[in-house]
């Protein structure tokens, strides 16, 4: 399975952009999909999951009600809709696929992309 990341960039604080997940390999409707992101000097961290069909997400508390993740099937994309953004959002954010279940612990996530920055700024 290979992922691969776009839509990151600079942005002002309140602004939004929209990560997508392009999943080759594999047919993306039996995995489930994460996002995560590292900031400089920190650990890896959950943003976001969504199962198989779409039906069930999870959000990180930092994030809740302002990113939303998504999922189109049939395009083998997942994406991250990211609003209201803040500095502290600055990190490389990757995408992340395991087979079957939701999780939000990267270390049960097998495959991965090569990640993408975005840079809020104040």
């Keep these: 399975v290979q992922l691969v990341e776009s839509g ?5 604080a309140g602004g939004s952009l929209r990560l997508s997940c392009a999943v080759s390999g594999r047919t993306l409707s039996n995995y489930a999909m994460g996002w995560f ?3 400089p000097g920190k650990e890896r961290e959950f943003v976001a999951s ?7 997400t999870s959000y990180a508390e930092s994030v809740k009600g302002r990113f939303t993740i998504s999922r189109d099937n049939a395009k083998n994309t997942a994406y991250l809709q990211m ?3 803040k500095p502290e959002d600055t990190a490389v954010y990757y995408c992340a696929a395991r087979l079957n279940s939701v999780s939000s612990y990267y270390t049960q996530y097998s495959y991965w992309g090569q990640g993408t920055q975005v840079t809020v700024s104040s």
């Design 50 to 56: 969504i199962s198989r069909s779409g039906v069930i």
């Design 83 to 85: 609003n209201s953004l």
């Design 8 to 12: 990151g960039g600079l942005v002002q």
């Design 37 to 39: 992101r590292q900031a």
